[in-house]
């Protein structure tokens, strides 16, 4: 029987909620299946870890993790604790050492969700973006002095380097290439950035000559906002720096219905360490302890999570499960419209799982 490790770790808000679900999904998943076993060890680190240690997560929490197959993550933030502090002390301190460089976020309008956008049903939309995930505007160089005075100064110095950009352009390009329709939009502001995206636009080219099956074009950011809200349909894979790709990613979610059903992986191509899959989604202070978190997103993170992991059939299963479920209306938490909760959707795909008949 092949054995994974997964480190858990729900994090702060709603993440406990969803991760929650997420591992109750899985198990079952490993169960249906019968080929695979997973082993889960529970982290506690985040807002209530920082409470009593003054830290996110220990010094060596980075290098805890390298033992385990995968990580399956909830959400960071807490009301009490400035965000830069969370982000930096839990997320991205996992992410960068363990050299997860692409961030990968499918979106799709599952079947029976809405989205806002007139005449858009389904097949219309049906993008990966993928965001790099170690350098560009979130490298952490800048520097601020001065506090409070007149000639107080503040940066955060984007900062791209040739080796990040190329080894995310491959990703990007071989992504698009596995995919039917083998299209690329490398996302730039070159235009106004004129140091760092000039040289993102140059290395894209070069790239593009390794893949000469792929099609690809160029957008600017702001451009591409509206090509993603006006031609949906035009689009397929998407590369962009850190920051943009944040953005983006967002109105991608929006328009596929929900940032609650949004997933995301950030992938170590190499596998020298191991990848984290997490919901897009942050902590949700606004409905934590409601009961009413849509767990839609960790289940798509966690099918994400067993295709890196090889267990492709598995993957398969869970979408499927998931998408008989998001078909009823009456199983949509409140985000989606509806008044299902987090433990009635779980429990509706654990039935699905256990009559897929495949
Ligand atoms: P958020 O994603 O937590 O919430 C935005 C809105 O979407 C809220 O109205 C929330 O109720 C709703 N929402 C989010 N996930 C949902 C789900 N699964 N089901 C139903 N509704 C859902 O973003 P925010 O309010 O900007 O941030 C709250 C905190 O989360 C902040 O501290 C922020 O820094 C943090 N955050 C963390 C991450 C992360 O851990 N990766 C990502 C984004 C935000
Ligand atoms: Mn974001």
């Avoid at 993008?127 to 506090?147: F, T």
């Avoid at 998931?322 to 509806?338: F, I, K, W």
Wanted: proline share 6%; glycine share 8%; with cysteine.
């Amino acid at each position: 029987m092949r054995r994974y490790r997964i480190a858990a770790m729900g994090g702060d808000g709603i993440g406990p909620e969803v991760i929650s679900a997420g591992v109750e999904v899985l198990k079952l998943c490993a169960e249906r299946d019968g080929q695979f076993a997973l082993d889960f060890t529970d982290f506690d680190w985040g807002s209530d870890y920082y409470r009593k240690h003054g830290v996110m997560m220990p010094a060596d929490g980075a290098e805890q993790l390298r033992a385990f197959d995968a990580i399956l993550f909830g959400a960071v933030g807490a009301p009490d604790i400035p965000d830069h502090v969370t982000l930096w002390g839990l997320r991205l301190a996992i992410c960068q050492p363990l050299d997860q460089y692409a961030n990968v976020r499918p979106t799709r309008v599952l079947p029976g969700i809405t989205s806002p956008l007139r005449n858009v049903s389904g097949p219309e939309l049906d993008w990966v973006i993928v965001r790099e995930n170690s350098e560009g505007e979130y490298s952490g160089v800048g520097g601020r002095a001065h506090r409070g005075l007149p000639i107080e100064v503040a940066q955060d110095v984007s900062v791209m380097t040739r080796a990040g950009v190329q080894r995310i352009m491959r990703y990007a390009f071989r992504l698009a290439q596995s995919r039917p329709r083998k299209f690329l939009t490398v996302v730039t502001k070159s235009n106004a950035q004129r140091h760092a995206m000039v040289m993102w636009d140059e290395i894209a080219a070069e790239v593009a000559q390794e893949f000469p099956d792929v099609t690809w074009d160029k957008m600017l950011v702001d451009a591409m906002t509206m090509r993603m809200v006006i031609k949906p349909g035009s689009l397929d894979t998407i590369v962009a720096s850190n920051l943009h790709a944040d953005i983006l990613s967002d109105l991608a979610a929006a328009l596929a219905g929900s940032l609650g059903i949004a997933p995301t992986a950030n992938i170590n191509p190499e596998r020298d360490a191991p990848s984290m899959f997490e919901p897009i989604h942050g902590s949700a202070f606004d409905i934590t302890g409601k009961g009413i978190a849509n767990p839609v997103a960790t289940f798509w993170t966690a099918a994400m999570m067993l295709d890196h992991l090889g267990e492709a059939p598995a993957a398969a299963r869970l979408m499927k499960a998931v998408e008989r479920v998001t078909a009823d209306p009456a199983l949509h938490t409140p985000d989606l419209g509806g008044t299902a909760t987090t433990r009635q959707v779980t429990e509706a795909v654990c039935e699905a799982l256990r009559q897929a008949n495949d």
